[in-house]
């Protein structure tokens, strides 16, 4: 009986140090599955950076605008003046709010194209602008309607209407457009002309992904596309903002590294350089901005 005691200790004990052993190795495999986590996580997160290296987020207005606002701070101070009866153009205009804003009876231009590199971008503006049109002319006058999503699915700020008056809606067709363009490189658009030219919240993306010499060709044919006293409108992203994209793409990494105009240079180069006659600082006229995007709005005269 002794023996068999001890015996049976032993089994004890060999048992034990097998659950100990076992206890470990599900640690180990914890810890190896937290890892491949955090690295699975990273690289999502790298794979969703990357599907945007042209700052064509899909659900950019959702969260520029936020949702105690009626419209676009920007829209704000922009002057009738640049607009009615003109022929316009949107730079990077994404899935079209704004460009549908400026395009409604409020500022009366006689057109005004929107383009954008993203293709899925320009579909979600052409349905939105068929979407604004047949809920406009469907409401009773006074009565407003918003749309609960994008195209895309995604949560977006609506378009407020006015008074639902089918003169307002009935020729929009024929003054908003939009188009696929990389505008960069683009030659289809040399033989037209624009009295204002809009170009908010791009020139980051232009510059990281195609250097200073992308910016100049940018600046360059901005100027050429415009009629004399032609405006643009410029929204500059600071360099901080720069720092915090840099990374999306091998492309914007390298030209990054590279850059030697910085954003507080832009406006002595339209000036001196380009050859812009004036420029106006709307900044200050700029009010209930969402967080992160209380940029300078600039406006130079060819």
């Known amino acids: 009986m002794g023996q068999d005691s001890n015996e049976t200790k032993t089994k004890r004990k060999r048992g034990g140090r097998s659950k100990e052993k076992k206890s470990t190795e599900k640690v180990v495999t914890n810890e190896e599955q937290k890892q491949q986590g955090n690295g699975s996580n990273r690289s999502k997160k790298k794979k969703s950076q990357e599907f945007c290296p042209f700052g064509n987020y899909k659900n950019y207005y959702g969260y520029r605008i936020s949702n105690d606002m009626d419209e676009d701070p920007r829209l704000k101070v922009m002057k009738k003046e640049w607009f009615q009866g003109?022929?316009?153009?949107?730079?990077?205009?994404?899935?079209?709010?704004?460009t549908i804003h400026i395009g409604k009876k409020k500022f009366g231009c006689r057109s005004i194209l929107g383009v954008d590199i993203d293709s899925s971008l320009i579909e979600v503006a052409r349905w939105r602008l068929r979407s604004f049109v047949r809920t406009?002319?469907?409401?009773?006058?006074?009565?407003?309607?918003?749309?609960?999503?994008?195209?895309?699915?995604?949560?977006?700020?609506?378009?407020?209407?006015?008074?639902?008056?089918?003169?307002?809606?009935?020729?929009?067709?024929?003054?908003?457009?939009?188009?696929?363009?990389?505008?960069?490189?683009?030659?289809?658009?040399?033989?037209?002309r624009y009295d204002t030219i809009l170009c908010l919240s791009v020139t980051k993306w232009v510059h990281l992904n195609w250097g200073d010499d992308g910016l100049i060709t940018l600046f360059s044919k901005i100027w050429r596309?415009?009629?004399?006293?032609?405006?643009?409108?410029?929204?500059?992203?600071?360099?901080?903002?720069?720092?915090?994209?840099?990374?999306?793409?091998?492309?914007?990494?390298?030209?990054?590294?590279?850059?030697?105009?910085?954003?507080?240079?832009?406006?002595?180069?339209?000036?001196?350089?380009?050859?812009?006659?004036?420029?106006?600082?709307?900044?200050?006229?700029?009010?209930?901005?969402?967080?992160?995007?209380?940029?300078?709005?600039?406006?130079?005269?060819?």
Not at 86 to 98: P, T
Not at 151 to 172: C, H, R, V, W, Y
Not at 252 to 273: C, G, S, W
Request: hydrophobic share 30%.
């Open 225 to 302: 596309l415009l009629n004399p006293g032609g405006i643009f409108v410029m929204e500059p992203q600071p360099w901080k903002s720069y720092e915090k994209n840099r990374r999306v793409s091998e492309t914007t990494a390298m030209n990054y590294r590279n850059i030697v105009l910085r954003p507080e240079h832009f406006q002595n180069i339209l000036l001196d350089k380009i050859g812009f006659r004036t420029v106006e600082d709307l900044t200050s006229s700029l009010s209930g901005v969402s967080k992160g995007f209380d940029r300078q709005v600039l406006a130079f005269q060819k």
């Open 136 to 192: 406009q002319t469907s409401a009773k006058p006074g009565e407003k309607k918003a749309h609960s999503g994008g195209a895309d699915g995604s949560e977006e700020q609506s378009i407020p209407l006015s008074n639902g008056s089918n003169a307002e809606t009935k020729d929009l067709f024929q003054v908003v457009s939009f188009q696929k363009e990389n505008f960069v490189h683009t030659r289809n658009l040399d033989e037209n």
């Open 86 to 98: 003109k022929d316009c153009l949107d730079i990077g205009c994404n899935s079209g709010v704004m």
